[in-house]
């Protein structure tokens, strides 16, 4: 079966740090662009980062650089998102996905940001 996992969500302190993990199955990210997206309550799915497949290409959106950092272990079949800092703004249900639209996207994790 080709799905993608996440894991690591939860709730955190504003401030607080967070380690998301997005896991494939059925198919190998060794040749994939992949994606973190996330949905605020709300609010529309929104692009947050995305790695290239040597992870040498990277991008995030400006609200979260400095303080998210994307990376991957394709020996894993994973991409990580490691989040600092986290804010009230950032709570959201996060996704990896293998495209901003469309492809294929795991059921996602839930970050809250809650003091």
């Known amino acids: 079966q080709v799905q993608l996992v996440e894991s690591g969500g939860g709730l955190v302190q504003p401030g607080g740090s967070l380690r998301l993990s997005c896991t494939a199955s059925?198919?190998?990210?060794?040749?994939?662009?992949m994606y973190w997206l996330r949905q605020a309550p709300g609010r529309g799915l929104e692009w947050v980062s995305d790695?290239?497949?040597?992870?040498?290409?990277?991008s995030y959106r400006d609200s979260v650089k400095g303080r998210f950092t994307i990376s991957r272990d394709n020996a894993k079949n994973t991409v990580y998102l490691e989040m600092s800092n986290l804010q009230l703004d950032d709570t959201a249900v996060y996704y990896c996905?293998?495209?901003?639209?469309?492809?294929?996207r795991g059921q996602g994790t839930k970050v809250t940001v809650s003091s």
């Open positions: 059925g198919f190998s990210l060794e040749n994939v662009w």
């Open positions: 790695i290239g497949n040597l992870g040498l290409t990277i």
């Open positions: 996905a293998t495209s901003r639209s469309g492809g294929i």
